[in-house]
């Protein structure tokens, strides 16, 4: 018979090991999880800056086309009623009655602060609706201008803004819009950005 006393049993250093390797094990299936959640969730956050950027160019590139829509041919109803690097109100007569009516005039408005920036969209006779919003970019120069030659436009006018003399030489409207989103993981300091950019002719002004 073998006596208990020959069992050899585990040391308190062989468990301490034990334990050491469990818990580094345990450390760095963590920090892949970790690093795999913050990357989808950066992933998510990605791809809902993507479709703001596209849903603002869609929209802007439908209703610039648009502007100066004249089917009475009435003269009276100029493409932009202002414009700046950072805002522009273009018109269209819809309905066709030769007048512009609540709801044939839209102003996109791109403004930033130290909290964020946003964009929006705001028709006649309603209320202002931010499109998409943005971590601080330290610029709210988006739209650009150009005349008949395709020289761009230097806005003349007070505050940034087109002369009158300025908005009717427009044939052309550029948009350059960057949207910045800071990274879900409260330990990066990484920016995720996307930009978008057209440029949209007038077609009402350009068949004039």
Do not use: H
Request: aromatic letters at 6%; proline letters at 4%; hydrophobic letters at 40%.
């Amino acid at each position: 018979m073998t006596g208990a006393g020959n069992q050899r049993g585990v040391t308190l250093i062989e468990t301490l090991v034990a334990a050491l390797m469990l818990v580094s094990a345990l450390a760095a299936m963590f920090t892949l999880y970790r690093y795999q959640m913050f990357s989808l969730v950066a992933q998510n956050s990605q791809l809902d800056t993507q479709e703001a950027g596209r849903a603002v160019l869609d929209l802007f590139t439908r209703e610039i086309r648009q502007a100066g829509a004249d089917p009475k041919s009435t003269g009276t109803i100029p493409p932009i009623v202002s414009a700046s690097p950072s805002k522009l109100q273009v018109q269209f007569d819809r309905n066709g009655n030769g007048a512009i009516d609540t709801g044939e005039s839209v102003t996109y408005q791109y403004a930033c602060d130290t909290s964020g920036c946003s964009m929006t969209r705001q028709v006649s006779g309603g209320t202002a609706i931010v499109f998409a919003t943005s971590a601080p970019t330290g610029s709210t120069s988006i739209f650009t201008y150009f005349d008949g030659t395709g020289t761009a436009i230097v806005p003349g006018g007070a505050g940034g803004t087109l002369t009158a003399a300025q908005l009717a030489s427009v044939r052309r409207v550029s948009i350059s819009l960057t949207l910045r989103r800071k990274s879900p993981d409260p330990r990066s300091s990484l920016i995720l950005a996307s930009s978008y950019g057209t440029t949209v002719d007038l077609r009402n002004r350009w068949m004039r």
